[in-house]
């Protein structure tokens, strides 16, 4: 990042000077309350709005690294992680919790399953096996944590190959995951299959349910991708995607408690400051976010989330029809919210898209158009239909904008 030649001013800015310009400035971002982006923010209506806001102000202060302390925060954590565990059937005496997000859950996982395998099985040398399509979260991990990454090739279905699997995966692997579904095309990849193979080798198997944890277990037939899987291990879970909590909210789930558990945390005093423990990669955390998770988990209840997972798997189903009527191609099978979808001139038909004020992310293999249906879109499913319809009709050449992921 460029350091911008900007330095402290001198003296304070008066409250209405400074939020006139915090909302002039804004003004360049993207519209999301306009239902105008498809990725990074998950409107789910006024009434969950105005929950996450009072949950917000009320823990804006607090600090959830010391339990002791805010036992209110403690007592959320668990509940969040417990509900979570509930509805992703992790058997009793499982253990988990909460993260910064999706990324910190994977890396937890990443982490302890590494620290197992050298610990346990005596591995020296450790590798982490994902599918192709696995998210990012995946490699930094083993980045960070000094795995090597070992990618599973798809097949036609775009979901993880199981028989390439099979020869992947060997005395030096810490770790196997599958998605429920994947971020680029939706797809949830073979779950049981992929877990069970791990587990005839011993080791332990990661379901990457970010996207998935709060949508497949309000859907009857989704495929089987939790701890109800023989040789799931691990899961992770997003409060803030589809379980509509403000950002900064995950979960991590072991099936086995409390052993496992000692390998996430973090015990120290080799200092003058006392005993400092942590579950987290952060120290100082923020409060905010495991209120609001809490509390919307709460307000919305089993109903709530069904009424809304129905509405979402309703909007995304309309605008497949409706994109494939087109004459374009929906990539795989999608389950519930993700659509990603193709045409021999995808990228110009996403600079068009643009030119009409909408925010679609860029795939690669191939090149794509990538939707992430949340509540209210089903607003906007018309409006879409019909800017796309025009940017097919009239798309040039593209400008090439960058694929990006977000
Ligand atoms: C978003 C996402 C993640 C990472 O979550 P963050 O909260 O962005 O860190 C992991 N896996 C999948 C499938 C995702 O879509």
Redesign the pocket.
């Known amino acids: 990042m460029e350091i911008p030649e900007v330095r402290l001013p001198a003296d304070g800015t008066p409250r209405d000077e400074l939020f006139a310009e915090l909302r002039e400035r804004k003004r360049a971002d993207a519209d999301w309350r306009g239902g105008r982006t498809w990725s990074l923010i998950y409107p789910a209506g006024e009434d969950v709005d105005a929950v996450l806001r009072e949950a917000n102000e009320l823990y804006l202060h607090e600090n959830a690294l010391n339990p002791f302390r805010f036992p209110s925060l403690a007592d959320m954590e668990r509940e969040v992680v417990a509900m979570t565990a509930g509805l992703l059937h992790a058997p009793a005496g499982a253990s988990g919790s909460m993260t910064?997000?999706?990324?910190?859950?994977?890396m937890q996982a990443v982490r302890v399953a590494r620290d197992r395998a050298v610990a346990e099985r005596g591995v020296t040398d450790p590798t982490l096996v994902v599918p192709r399509s696995?998210?990012?979260?995946f490699a930094k991990g083993a980045k960070y944590f000094g795995l090597e990454l070992v990618q599973i090739p798809l097949d036609a279905d775009l979901r993880a190959d199981v028989a390439a699997a099979e020869r992947l995966v060997d005395g030096r692997t810490a770790l196997v995951a599958g998605?429920a579904?994947?971020?680029p095309h939706g797809v949830v990849d073979p779950i049981p299959e992929l877990a069970a193979l791990a587990q005839e080798r011993g080791v332990p198997f990661h379901t990457?349910?970010?996207?998935?944890g709060f949508l497949l277990p309000f859907i009857d037939d989704a495929p089987p991708f939790d701890f109800r899987v023989p040789g799931v291990t691990t899961m992770?879970a997003?409060v803030?995607?589809y379980g509509y909590a403000t950002?900064g909210a995950?979960v991590v789930l072991h099936r086995d408690g409390a052993h496992v558990l000692q390998y996430q945390a973090f015990l120290y005093q080799d200092w003058p400051g006392g005993l400092y423990g942590s579950l987290a990669m952060a120290g100082a955390r923020p409060a905010a976010p495991v209120a609001a998770a809490w509390s919307v988990m709460r307000y919305l209840g089993v109903s709530g989330y069904r009424r809304l997972v129905g509405r979402v798997v309703e909007t995304a189903g309309r605008l497949r029809e409706g994109i494939t009527a087109l004459g374009l191609e929906v990539l795989g099978d999608p389950r519930a919210s993700?659509l990603s979808f193709t045409a021999p001139n995808a990228m110009a038909i996403g600079d068009r898209m643009d030119d009409f004020g909408w925010h679609l992310d860029r795939q690669t293999e191939p090149e794509a158009l990538h939707l992430?249906v949340s509540p209210e879109h089903h607003r906007v499913v018309g409006a879409f239909l019909d800017d796309l319809r025009e940017a097919v009709a009239t798309a040039g050449e593209s400008r090439g904008v960058q694929a990006r992921y977000?």
């Open positions: 910064s997000g999706g990324t910190e859950s994977i696995a998210h990012p979260a998605s579904p994947n971020y990457d349910a970010c996207v998935g992770s997003d803030h995607k950002k995950s993700i992430m977000s």
